[in-house]
Each structure stands twice: as structure tokens, then as C-alpha cells.
Nanobody, 127 residues
Framework: QVQLVESGGGLVQTGGSLRLSCTASGSIVSVSAMGWYRQAPVKERELVAIITRADDANPTTDIADSVKGRFTISRDTPKNTVNLQMNSLKPEETAVYYC?????????????????WGQGTQVTVSG
């Protein structure tokens, strides 16, 4: 069984930046593609970004339109870590951010395909 642990959340002012990290441990071979989701209060969970594992030197990424150009997802395979760099943050992006793992190495946008989830990390954008 694989465990995903997020870190890097916190409080930031509007326009600021945060870098989230997700570290996998345990049966890491059971996850290939990794994604970041977020859920704001009284809203549904939404996809933020996805990254595959295949060809680690040039993985496939998929970024939600709402964050494209401001958020970047990257992967450090030797460290079993996926990072989400978030720039120019907005108050409406206050949410709990979740890391999720997919057994297939495919950038799926379907939340149901993700079989492993972290506990989430809170991001609060003030102002």
C-alpha cells in the first residue's frame, strides 16, 4: 500500500507564491501518474494539475485552464515527490489541496481513476 503525504501549505497574501510537495512512501510502484486536486469550502473537488511518470526526463503534464501560466507541476522520481509551484495566488484559490495517485501512467482527468489520496494541506490566500 502506498501513502501520500502533502506539505507546504499555509497562509499567503494575494499575488504570493507557495510550493506544495507530495511524497510517496510504501508500495510506490502502485502509483504512476500523480495529480493535485483542491476543494474549497462548499465546493466540489476540482483538478489542478497532473503529471505522468513515463519518460521521467520529459513527462506529460496537464494543467487546469484556471491555473495555466501560474501553476507548474513537476516530479522528482528518485525522491518519490511531486511538486506544485503556485504563483500569483488569488483569494478564491483558498482550499484544501490534495495529492492523488493513479495506478496507470495516464494523465486522467477523472477523479474516480485516482486510487490513492493524501490527507490534504490547507492553502489560504488572504486579501
Amino acid at each position: 500500500q502506498v501513502q501520500l503525504v502533502e506539505s507546504g501549505g499555509g497562509l499567503v497574501q494575494t499575488g504570493g507564491s507557495l510550493r506544495l510537495s507530495c511524497t510517496a512512501s510504501g508500495s510506490i510502484v502502485s502509483v504512476s501518474a500523480m495529480g493535485w486536486y483542491r476543494q474549497a469550502p462548499v465546493k466540489e473537488r476540482e483538478l489542478v494539475a497532473i503529471i505522468t511518470r513515463a519518460d521521467d526526463a520529459n513527462p506529460t503534464t496537464d494543467i487546469a485552464d484556471s491555473v495555466k501560466g501560474r501553476f507548474t507541476i513537476s516530479r522528482d522520481t528518485p525522491k518519490n515527490t511531486v511538486n506544485l509551484q503556485m504563483n500569483s495566488l488569488k483569494p478564491e484559490e483558498t482550499a484544501v489541496y490534495y495529492c492523488a495517485g493513479l495506478a496507470r501512467d495516464y494523465p486522467s482527468r477523472s477523479e474516480e481513476d485516482y486510487t490513492t489520496w493524501g490527507q490534504g494541506t490547507q492553502v489560504t490566500v488572504s486579501g
